[in-house]
């Protein structure tokens, strides 16, 4: 028996190699996944920043004064400010407040921004300083920072969607892999058994293994930033580290189990049985049994994975079709005198009006697409205080807003683009306005015919009775033209262009 034991040590060696080499690849394989989560994610925000500062505001705002204080306390304090514009070609563009240490953006003098809408994203490395906030503030923009998220990035590929499903269709391939290694030399370890020591061995051998996938995964990371040149505090660097070391705790634990799991069964082996090759061990067809019903579920679960991307991909491909009819139109930015020629802060809203009037005069209605949402609601970034207050308003003038937030004023060329040819000819073109109220609102008339009212009506000398209001069946879904949507912050999701259930207005 002693002769075999330099034998039993030097097949042990041989399956440490085999071992190694196949931990290193499956870490590597797995590291280059997030990878291309992380590089995906980099797309969407091109920039070495950490930070979104989301800048908006619910009144009329002159675009310069608030360009000009970003670019007045960027340089002030030193810090740089990154947001994308589309210019008047359509393509998406590079612009940046401060200093451009990265050389990542194309423009930095404002005239660049003169027709373009400061509302939008703006991105930076750390949080707006206090003073720039106030600032902002005081011109009446609401201004709302946050951390980009990129500790999430790395778990989309473990929890979303079809990748996950690969991923651990992976995994299993991997600790089949892992155990059929240690199971090549099986009965090496049952003579080591004999000879004693295996256990230390076998911990040996898996420290081993988890310091091995901690340096590839170290290395993959130092990789990434020396060729991609990113910054080590930069989302991107964070990213992929939390993603390297997500995939670290996952694949250690499992590499443990497996290793737990076949101490216990070598220790209960038969060596006898073994070495004459008559043995028969429970244990161990009943790993290869789960392994084998793991594959099977995972390869269901894929196909039902990939029939579903297949369902949503074409509806998003069907989505995109009224966009199709769009392409004779223009976005056409119109400056009223009275927000350029306000007077202590104050607006003349019928020189506005009376512009307004005159501008759209020159165009037929299948000339020009009106689409917008109703002003007579509780926007999503105001203080739990302002949000109660502006609440019980509504609620005076008789506005429920959980409902005056669903209707949508549209014009007659609008309706018939966004999906309701059939509704078109129910407009009543002598009446002042065609109000289409889904089944399930229809006891909230009144309240929609007071948001309407107030917001359009209030002083033209048309009563709310003058309105023409059909009941129209429920989930009838509206295409809503939002184009703005391509400037917002990869995260947000609360613009749509598809929506259901809409309160339209035909004015």
């Not at 034991?5 to 042990?12: N, V």
């Not at 990542?104 to 005239?111: G, I, P």
């Not at 709302?144 to 473990?158: A, V």
């Not at 970034?381 to 807003?401: C, H, N, P, W, Y």
Request: positive net charge.
């Amino acid at each position: 028996m002693m002769d075999a034991a330099p034998l039993t040590y030097i097949g042990i060696d041989k399956i440490m190699k085999i071992k190694k080499w196949l931990v290193a690849s499956g870490v590597l394989i797995f590291g280059l996944i997030g990878v291309t989560q992380v590089m995906e994610s980099a797309q969407d925000i091109p920039f070495p920043v950490r930070y979104a500062t989301r800048i908006s505001t619910d009144t009329s705002l002159n675009s310069s004064a608030v360009y000009k204080v970003l670019k007045d306390e960027s340089d002030k304090f030193d810090v740089t400010l990154y947001r994308t514009f589309i210019d008047e070609n359509g393509a998406e563009r590079k612009f940046y407040f401060g200093t451009d240490a990265d050389h990542v953006a194309e423009f930095h003098e404002l005239t660049a921004l003169k027709d373009t809408s400061y509302k939008g994203m703006y991105y930076s490395a750390s949080k707006l300083p206090g003073e720039l906030t106030d600032k902002l503030q005081q011109l009446g923009v609401q201004v709302t920072s946050t951390e980009l998220p990129w500790y999430i990035i790395g778990s989309q590929m473990w929890a979303n969607g079809i990748l996950a499903v690969v991923t651990w269709s992976m995994v299993l391939t991997f600790l089949v892999s892992y155990f059929a290694s240690l199971n090549l030399y099986r009965k090496h370890w049952l003579v080591g058994r004999m000879l004693g020591g295996v256990k230390k061995k076998l911990a040996k051998s898996v420290a081993s293994d988890l310091f091995i996938m901690a340096v590839v995964s170290i290395v993959l990371w130092g990789v990434y930033v020396l060729l991609n040149q990113v910054a080590l505090s930069s989302l991107s660097s964070y990213a992929l580290l939390a993603t390297l070391g997500l995939n670290l705790v996952i694949l250690m634990s499992f590499v443990v189990l497996i290793n737990v799991v076949f101490f216990i069964i070598i220790q209960h082996d038969n060596l006898a049985k073994a070495l004459k090759k008559t043995d028969s061990n429970m244990k161990q067809n009943l790993v290869w049994m789960v392994g084998i019903l793991a594959s099977l579920a995972a390869l269901t679960l894929l196909m039902n994975q990939t029939v579903l991307n297949q369902k949503n991909l074409q509806q998003q491909l069907d989505s995109l079709k009224p966009w199709q009819k769009l392409s004779a139109y223009k976005a056409v930015n119109v400056t009223l005198p009275s927000i350029e020629d306000s007077n202590n802060g104050e607006i003349d809203a019928r020189a506005d009006t009376k512009v307004a009037r005159r501008f759209m005069d020159h165009f037929k209605d299948d000339e020009y697409i009106f689409s917008q949402d109703s002003t007579a609601k509780v926007p999503n970034m105001v203080s739990q205080e302002q949000a109660q207050f502006m609440t019980s308003q509504l609620k005076r003038d008789g506005i429920d807003s959980d409902v005056s937030k669903r209707i949508r004023y549209m014009n007659l060329n609008a309706l018939k683009l966004s999906g309701h040819q059939n509704l078109a000819g129910k407009v009543a073109n002598k009446k002042p306005a065609t109000v289409f109220l889904p089944e399930k609102f229809k006891d909230h008339k009144k309240s929609v015919l007071n948001a309407i009212y107030l917001e359009y009506y209030q002083n033209s000398g048309i009563k709310k009775s003058d309105f023409e209001v059909h009941i129209v069946k429920n989930n009838e879904k509206t295409f809503l033209f939002d184009y703005r949507g391509v400037e917002l912050y990869v995260y947000d999701h609360s613009r749509l262009q598809t929506d259901t259930n809409r309160i339209l207005l035909l004015c």
